[in-house]
């Protein structure tokens, strides 16, 4: 029965010598890469959500200044001060900034797209060397 029970002891400590797996520099560069990339994520997703907003004012304003009068003055706010503009210089500024959030927006989702790649490729190389002893779910 002793013999039984050390083979079992044995066993145990064979399983736990096989399931822990050196961290080699190259993984632990790998670890902080996905730490870094996830933490960049989050922030282009907070700028990504702030843009996407902008683009929704924007186009409300676009809206409303569709029904406007062509005579009236527009106030249009460029940096913390208002101007009174005719409509159409209101709306053609309005569009470029519109286009300007377009091309931000674009470039933001770009960016977190190419980061989201590097990640999955990390996670499947981290997953491939840990398996389940390493948890990557963000």
Do not use: C, W
């Amino acid at each position: 029965m002793a013999s039984i029970l050390q083979r079992r002891m044995l066993s145990k400590e064979d399983e736990k010598a096989a399931d822990e797996v050196e961290v080699r520099r190259e993984d632990q560069d790998n670890i902080n890469r996905f730490s870094r990339l996830h933490q960049r994520e989050l922030v282009l997703e907070d700028e990504l959500k702030t843009k996407t907003k902008e683009k929704e004012e924007l186009d409300d304003l676009t809206t409303e200044l569709e029904l406007a009068d062509e005579e009236e003055k527009i106030q249009y706010k460029i940096g913390d001060a208002f101007f009174h503009l005719p409509l159409e210089q209101a709306q053609e500024m309005l569009g470029a900034a519109t286009s300007t959030i377009e091309e931000e927006t674009s470039e933001l989702e770009d960016k977190l797209a190419s980061i989201r790649e590097e990640m999955t490729q990390l996670k499947v190389q981290l997953y491939a060397r840990f398996g389940k002893q390493i948890n990557l779910e963000t």
